[in-house]
Nanobody, 131 residues
Framework: QVHLVESGGGSVQAGGSLRLSCATS????????MGWFRQAPGKEREGVAG????????NYADSVKGRFTISRDNAKNTVYLDLNRLEPEDTAIYSC????????????????????????WGHGTQVTVSS
């Protein structure tokens, strides 16, 4: 059974930093493209960052480029998201995701990482940024 468990969310003031972690089990982690999505109240889920399984190259949404950094530790089956220079607009539930397997829909929509449908989701962790 596949499990993705996020940790590290919390409440910070604008300009602050957080590190999110996503511990994964039940998949061969090193062969999966991993990533993070977020959903703010009243808004659609959006992709934040992804990281390839092969060369580990990252990609980011324009809104977080230069502020967020995604990384992975294949030995620990864990993907990280470092959030820096946080803004109130970054307030959302952040969910970890793995591409592969049967597509797992959220809100009736299919999402993708590295061009592959997301098959596994974590439950999410809340990030709240106050001004």
């Amino acid at each position: 059974q596949v499990h993705l468990v996020e940790s590290g969310g919390g409440s910070v003031q604008a300009g602050g930093s957080l590190r999110l972690s996503c511990a994964t089990s039940g998949v061969t982690f090193s062969t999966y493209c991993m990533g993070w999505f977020r959903q703010a109240p009243g808004k659609e889920r959006e992709g934040v960052a992804g990281i390839y399984d092969g060369d580990g190259s990252p990609n980011y949404a324009d809104s977080v480029k230069g502020r967020f950094t995604i990384s992975r530790d294949n030995a620990k089956n864990t993907v990280y998201l470092d959030l820096n220079r946080l803004e109130p607009e970054d307030t959302a539930i952040y969910s970890c995701a793995a591409a592969g397997g049967a597509p797992a829909y959220r809100g009736g929509r299919q999402y993708a990482l590295c061009g592959v449908p997301v098959g596994y989701w974590g439950h999410g962790t809340q990030v709240t940024v106050s001004s």
